[in-house]
């Protein structure tokens, strides 16, 4: 191929991955946000909510994050039957995810109600951060369902190379979730608690808009509504080892936040800033990942592997770049950024070094995100489950050392965010580059 053709491949490729990129950054971004807006509402209310605040999204954000599969196993399901031309099956597979989702949901939403105050007690937090964490899991509980129907829907939608509609929902959402925060929280004075009831109206309120969406596709396209018991079956199996490969991330967040736990209530507090600013950059990152899980599902559907690895390759340089980009706003904005979430200049003193810490690590997080996202698309869910369990091995030690020597104060968070961004997230760019340059992965077809 000649240097102009390459170049004309090339600005083909970036233009599909931008196309579902850009929107998809939109909806990604507006997930954490959801967390940013609670942390900076509740994070004035003092302390003490903050550091509550951040135990009952660990929990929550595990349970939710274990199910993420209902999404990440959709989306290139969906995509490989689009791209072997069977857009009714895509469909059919994706309403299936839905109604999964939804009973999943029900059953740990009533589970984790009963047992809020056992899940809070895991982390060994002060009495009172106890009972602010108890009170704000508890409440949550009730948009669980929502929040599961939400991935799966979402995942429909992305195998479809729809990111524009989770886009304008996921804006909505926020929105209504920032205004209900602000009202019950400071106008009718539920403290936290008004935080956690904002956020699940919100949450069914999205529910409600992508049921409209999704009943339209299946008229267009004839798919079945009801559920199919074969289905469901099928969605269930083929997430086990997504679900593997979630479990170990979230064990390794779980890990970090149990550790910041043991150094401090004011370093648990500023652990879960670093968390929150984290996930905002992940999902961020994650835009050009959700691209390559639509478009890597079509292309292996259509069996155009070259297609495939232009994909790859574009995306790494997005995933790069984009990360740099990042880290040095990040970098740029971490002395004052803490005062977004509290009003103690203290706390925001305490922060700072640790945002610097998870601005060097940024691109590195690119590359892992992009890859992950390939992988992903790819349907190798087996391979990431593996090293997933690899991954959690590696950083065990680092962190628990992190704990033990890192001291007190803002250098104990900040060896502990080095640990987790660092560390962990270097781990898991070594074995996914491993598997992302041989071709074992590029399986075609159904």
Not at 289 to 300: E, F, M, P
Not at 363 to 379: M, R, T
Request: glycine share 14%; proline share 3%; with cysteine.
């Amino acid at each position: 191929m000649s240097g102009s053709g390459e170049r004309s491949v090339t600005r083909g490729v970036d233009r599909e991955i931008m196309r579902l990129a850009v929107p998809a950054l939109g909806a990604l971004v507006a997930e954490p946000l959801f967390l940013l807006a609670d942390s900076a509402l509740v994070g004035h209310l003092g302390v003490v909510p903050l550091a509550g605040l951040g135990i009952a999204s660990v929990v929550l954000q595990t349970i939710i994050g274990l199910l993420v599969f209902l999404a990440y196993a959709t989306t290139p399901a969906v995509a490989r039957r689009l791209g072997a031309g069977d857009e009714r099956g895509g469909v059919s597979v994706g309403i299936d995810g839905m109604w999964l989702a939804l009973g999943l949901g029900a059953v740990l939403a009533a589970g984790g109600a009963l047992l809020s105050p056992t899940l809070v007690g895991f982390f060994r937090p002060d009495p009172a951060v106890a009972e602010a964490a108890t009170t704000y899991l508890a409440i949550s509980m009730a948009g669980l369902p929502a929040m599961l129907v939400v991935f799966a829907t979402t995942g429909l939608l992305r195998g479809l190379q729809d990111t524009r509609t989770p886009l304008v929902v996921a804006v909505a959402g926020f929105g209504a979730n920032a205004a209900l925060n602000a009202v019950l929280i400071y106008g009718a004075g539920w403290g936290i608690a008004g935080s956690a009831a904002g956020t699940v109206l919100a949450q069914w309120g999205m529910v409600a808009a992508y049921v409209v969406v999704i009943v339209r596709h299946a008229r267009r396209t004839g798919a079945v509504l009801r559920p199919q018991r074969e289905g469901i079956r099928t969605s269930a199996l083929s997430g086990g080892w997504l679900l593997v490969r979630t479990a170990a991330l979230r064990a390794a967040l779980v890990l970090a936040t149990v550790v910041a736990t043991g150094i401090g209530t004011a370093e648990l507090a500023g652990f879960h800033v670093v968390l929150t600013v984290f996930s905002t950059l992940a999902f961020a990152l994650d835009a050009l990942a959700i691209a390559a899980q639509a478009l890597v599902g079509k292309g292996l559907g259509a069996a155009d592997v070259d297609f495939v690895r232009s994909v790859l390759r574009r995306c790494l340089v997005w995933g790069v770049g984009g990360g740099a980009l990042l880290g040095l706003a990040l970098a740029a904005v971490s002395g004052g950024a803490g005062f977004l979430f509290t009003g103690s200049p203290e706390t925001a003193a305490l922060i700072a070094p640790s945002l610097v810490v998870l601005a060097v690590g940024t691109p590195l997080a690119g590359y892992v995100f992009v890859l992950d996202g390939v992988l992903i698309g790819a349907g190798d869910a087996r391979y990431l489950a593996v090293t997933g369990l690899v991954n959690l091995a590696v950083f065990v030690p680092l962190a628990i050392a992190a704990g033990a020597w890192g001291g007190t104060g803002a250098e104990a968070l900040a060896w502990l965010t080095a640990a987790f961004a660092i560390g962990y997230i270097a781990a898991r760019a070594a074995t996914l580059g491993l598997r992302a340059r041989g071709t074992a992965w590029q399986r075609t077809g159904l």
